[in-house]
């Protein structure tokens, strides 16, 4: 029974919490008005093909298959030019290495490199440390998303639907 609250967890935490992350990410670096239909697809196809990378690939090369994944995801169903979503996709893999090293090498310095490896051997240990990475990621992206309401709203803009190019979002 514990076995499929720590997969739901897995699942609900982790593989979809980080394709909605990682697909608005590309809407939001990419200056792309978000259409929800479009945008709960993409994220869900996102977290099918990394959860079928990490179950069938090696540790590294299962997150640039997600990536490519991702990339092709973005532009093919969502239209959005190739070059945007290339330069959004380079911009989380940084963010999400960056926070993966991070995250690290404070659990090293707390709990020592043992504990550390012997953790991460657990799904429980994946998962919590998936999850910081993750809510590290959202914490850096928020960012964005304000400064490009205030820049909508300084601009006399509002969201009403109809700025969806300056806020990032759409009624669609």
């Known amino acids: 029974m514990n076995n499929i609250f720590e997969n739901f967890a897995l699942f609900l935490f982790f593989y979809l919490f980080q394709s909605l992350i990682y697909v608005y990410s590309i809407y939001l670096f990419s200056n792309h008005p ?7 697809i993409c994220s869900f196809l996102s977290m099918l093909a990394t959860y079928i990378a990490r179950s069938m690939l090696t540790y590294g090369v299962h997150t640039l298959f997600s990536l490519i994944a991702l990339i092709l995801l973005a532009v093919g169903f969502l239209k959005i030019p190739a070059q945007r979503v290339v330069k959004s996709t380079l911009i989380i893999a940084i963010l999400t290495f960056f926070f993966e090293l991070i995250v690290s090498l404070v659990c090293v310095t707390i709990i020592g490199n043992d504990r550390y490896k012997e953790f991460l051997q657990t799904n429980h240990g994946k998962t919590v440390i998936g999850i910081l990475i993750n809510l590290l990621l959202l914490l850096s992206v928020l960012p964005f998303y304000f400064i490009k309401k205030i ?4 601009q006399g803009e509002f969201y009403n639907g109809k700025n969806s190019q300056e806020t990032g979002f759409s009624d669609n």
């Open 34 to 40: 978000v259409e929800l239909k479009p945008f709960l």
């Open 151 to 154: 820049k909508a709203r300084q």
